[in-house]
T-cell receptor
Framework: NAGVTQTPKFRVLKTGQSMTLLCAQD?????MYWYRQDPGMGLRLIHY???????AKGEVPDGYNVSRLKKQNFLLGLESAAPSQTSVYFC??????????????FGPGTRLTVL | QQQVKQSPQSLIVQKGGISIINCAYE??????FPWYQQFPGKGPALLIA?????SEKKEGRFTISFNKSAKQFSLHIMDSQPGDSATYFC????????????FGSGTRLQVQP
């Protein structure tokens, strides 16, 4: 099992450029999440999905869009990157099975710099 | 609004000592309280978690203490080792709905040999 994988690992963008971050999980998890991590602020929820074809906004959704066309994949898009979106992005997944107590499994992260 | 407050921001402990990290939460609907460990360049990994129906949970050298009335919980690392040097995040969530984690700001632990 690869667990949760993210591509790319690093990316540098210029202001106004667009890109898509890909998250894939092989654990058949229903729930998937995108967080961003900034120094001194912990991880903050951008968007999440409770199942294939569903997405919803988290605490900091502005400037991002997501899609979950397949259960195993969760894509995060930046349509017009801004320097404020410089961050490390983490994808996570979790099962909805009773008794799993919401353990979330995280990917290795994508370090994004917007110039 | 920061719903989970974590302290200290950084911590230096001697090998063999006890590391203590504290968190306080505001939302009484939270019913799951995990601690995550993160090494540089890696994603967070679940270390230990507790539900509010117990006051303490121990796994090896790691213990969570939970005080429901005070809305506080803490992580104790006994016999701290240099390999424990990492950033630790407390978090909280509800077991229903979106089940997303609300994280504390993190504590950078350095265990000196």
């Amino acid at each position: 099992n690869a667990g949760v994988t993210q591509t790319p690992k690093f990316r540098v963008l210029k202001t106004g450029q667009s890109m898509t971050l890909l998250c894939a999980q092989d654990m058949n998890h229903e729930y998937m999440y995108w967080y961003r991590q900034d120094p001194g602020m912990g991880l903050r929820l951008i968007h999440y999905s409770v199942g294939e074809g569903t997405t919803a906004k988290g605490e900091v959704p502005d400037g991002y869009n997501v899609s979950r066309l397949k259960k195993q994949n969760f894509l995060l898009g930046l349509e017009s990157a801004a320097p404020s979106q410089t961050s490390v992005y983490f994808c996570a997944s979790s099962s909805n099975l009773a008794g799993t107590y919401n353990e979330q499994f995280f990917g290795p992260g994508t370090r994004l710099t917007v110039l | 609004q920061q719903q989970v407050k974590q302290s200290p921001q950084s911590l230096i402990v001697q090998k063999g000592g006890i590391s203590i990290i504290n968190c306080a939460y505001e939302n009484t609907a939270f019913d799951y309280f995990p601690w995550y460990q993160q090494f540089p360049g890696k994603g967070p990994a679940l270390l230990i978690a507790i539900r509010p129906d117990v006051s303490e949970k121990k796994e090896g050298r790691f213990t969570i203490s939970f005080n429901k009335s005070a809305k506080q919980f803490s992580l104790h690392i006994m016999d701290s080792q240099p390999g424990d040097s990492a950033t630790y995040f407390c978090a909280a969530s509800k077991q229903t709905g979106r089940r997303a984690l609300t994280f504390g700001s993190g504590t950078r632990l350095q265990v000196q040999p």
